[in-house]
């Protein structure tokens, strides 16, 4: 594009051999000066690229130094061939300079050199976050979000389902998350909340007749910052559909993620219908409910081999195995590493067995093995020589944990897991209801507004934990990118759910009056599910950590540095909102 300013006729995208001859006016920052005797170079670094500046005389640059706001005319020379740099769009060219304004000068020292900004300390880099992002990685990083989200509003509409906006200040709701709340000044004693999530008013949508709803929605939650999840604040791609079944939410799910991943990503994906894989198996064959499917290994099931075993660590445990091919060829390092790393995830030890060329099991759990139970291990495990056999044994529930866990590092210490593609699947049929860790009672494992199997019929005459819902994950390379739910929107259904998981008619009325109360109004049957962006761009850009692709993050304590929040506030806005500040003591 170009301008008719004061301040520029072009921008660098608009830099190329075909402008040479041309006399142009760009604007920019100094990104370095460079003396060749003589001769100034200097590149000049605007939103769209770099341009590399000369000027013959020196007078030019004599009040200029680096991250100067500048605006430079003069004409569009063709550089020396073997000074081409074919790195950048406008490496055969440069500017030849005449003139040379400065728009805005550096006045402070520069906190650090803007093209190794990623290399200093993180809250360094976002106390000064708007000089990380002139650094070109950061840059594109947010430029590469813009255009995802872009894409991500025309194929949804596309699709035909309609961008509609929900409420930011709301009431607070039990969506298992600390709420981040807002006094009210007007109504003493009250607070609002900022929404976890849209999930009440899109599920109002549905009621309200709209047929396919979507937002970018912004979700707020009072929670730690991990390496994928950021503190306070993040954005889903947020999508309901009326008078859906669990099937019609797949297909949309594998539409829009399909075409992101073939628009932004060269890396393979499979088939466009992902694999559906139920919760209970993912955990028997994963370990985890977020299985890195490009992983070769999986767990195999020992554990009726060892219900009357002599050797007290597997009886009457869940016993599981990790067969791993050719763990031979691997150092007496490796297997104290893997021992090391057992222990450091709170396994009381890590025991294994190697297969040899004469068909015998070598190791230290050998000795505690019958010859009925060796061969059965063998035969369940299809070891081959050079393999081995890592047990992993405890509690229900706990082995398997700790089993993925393996599974998983194993993968990583032996290069198993292919980076080159994409691996996707569906987790679904999650139980309704597990039983408290204290109690025993049954409470609701996940979403509490989901249609159980069987509907009202289960939740009278099954066994609660035994009933499975209609709840789903979407898992791409071991991270959980979206969940959602097909909606329970039978309001005698809902209430026998939630009489189920200890909560009365009063209690749902009033943390859900407005849902309840819809639902009694011809409610259609509904579902949808919720994408992390955040969590998808990580995938896409390949960065570890999440706030690499936010623009302006909190920091992984849940501060804004940048802007000193949280703050005090004043005792006069304080007494505004009825607060008391409590001091610790």
């Known amino acids: 594009m170009t301008y008719e300013n004061k301040y520029r006729t072009h921008t660098t995208a608009d830099i190329a051999e075909k402008t040479a001859g041309t006399t142009v006016r760009v604007a920019g920052w100094v990104e370095n000066i460079r003396d060749h005797g003589g001769i100034m170079f200097f590149d000049l670094r605007d939103h769209y690229g770099v341009l590399q500046v000369k000027a013959y005389d020196e007078d030019l640059l004599k009040d200029v130094s680096r991250e100067f706001a500048v605006s430079v005319s003069g004409e569009i020379v063709t550089r020396d061939k073997d000074t081409f740099n074919l790195k950048i769009s406008t490496g055969t060219v440069e500017l030849s300079a005449v003139a040379i304004d400065v728009l805005g000068r550096v006045s402070a020292e520069l906190p650090f050199e803007i093209p190794q900004s990623k290399s200093v300390g993180e809250d360094t880099r976002l106390k000064y976050r708007y000089l990380d992002l002139r650094n070109r990685a950061v840059h594109d990083r947010i430029v590469f979000r813009s255009r995802l989200i872009a894409e991500t509003r025309r194929k949804m509409s596309d699709m035909g389902f309609l961008e509609l906006q929900t409420p930011i200040i709301t009431a607070s709701s039990p969506e298992g998350a600390r709420d981040f709340l807002v006094p009210s000044r007007k109504h003493h004693g009250k607070f609002y909340a900022l929404p976890q999530a849209p999930q009440i008013f899109k599920q109002l949508y549905m009621v309200g007749g709209i047929d396919r709803y979507f937002q970018v929605a912004p979700c707020f939650r009072d929670e730690d910052a991990r390496a994928d999840r950021t503190a306070g604040e993040f954005y889903q791609l947020d999508m309901e559909l009326a008078f859906a079944e669990q099937e019609d939410v797949f297909r949309s799910g594998e539409e829009i993620i399909s075409h992101l991943l073939a628009t932004f990503s060269d890396k393979p994906f499979g088939e466009t219908k992902f694999k559906r894989i139920a919760f209970a198996d993912s955990l028997a064959t994963y370990g985890t409910d977020k299985p890195d499917l490009r992983n070769p290994l999986f767990l195999i099931d020992l554990t009726d081999l060892f219900e009357t075993s002599d050797f007290k660590p597997f009886r009457g445990k869940t016993v599981k195995g990790l067969r791993v091919p050719q763990m031979s060829v691997k150092s007496k ?29 070598l190791g230290p759990i050998d000795k505690f093995l019958t010859d009925e139970q060796r061969s059965e291990v063998k035969t369940r495990s299809a070891l081959e020589v050079g393999d081995v056999l890592y047990f992993i044994a405890d509690a229900a529930g706990v082995a398997e944990k700790f089993a993925g866990l393996i599974r998983t590092e194993v993968g990583k210490q032996m290069g198993l897991i292919d980076d080159t593609r994409f691996a996707i699947c569906w987790v679904c049929d999650f139980p309704m209801y597990e039983a408290n860790a204290e109690s025993g009672s049954p409470e609701f494992s996940h979403n509490p507004f989901s249609m159980p199997y069987g509907g009202l019929d289960a939740l009278n005459n099954k066994n609660p934990l035994d009933i499975k819902a209609y709840q789903y994950d979407l898992v791409i390379n071991g991270v959980e990118l979206a969940s959602g739910a097909i909606r329970n929107h039978d309001p005698e259904t809902m209430l026998k759910a939630f009489e189920i998981a200890g909560y009365g008619e009063e209690d749902v009325k009033a943390r859900f009056g407005a849902l309840y109360g819809a639902f009694k109004f011809g409610a259609p049957p509904h579902g949808g599910m919720a994408f992390g962006v955040d969590r998808l761009l990580m995938l896409l850009t390949e960065e570890e950590n999440i706030r690499e692709v936010i623009a302006f993050p909190l920091n992984s304590n849940g501060q804004d540095v940048m802007l000193s929040a949280p703050s005090e506030v004043s005792e006069v806005q304080l007494r505004e909102a009825h607060i008391t500040i409590r001091h610790k003591g």
Not at 336 to 343: G, P, R, V
Not at 351 to 360: C, H, P, S, T
Request: charged share 30%; proline share 0%; net charge negative.
């Open 333 to 361: 390092k490796f297997f104290k590493d893997m021992e090391a790393y057992a222990l450091s995830v709170g396994m009381k030890g890590l025991g294994y067995v190697e297969l040899d060329e004469n068909g015998k099991l």
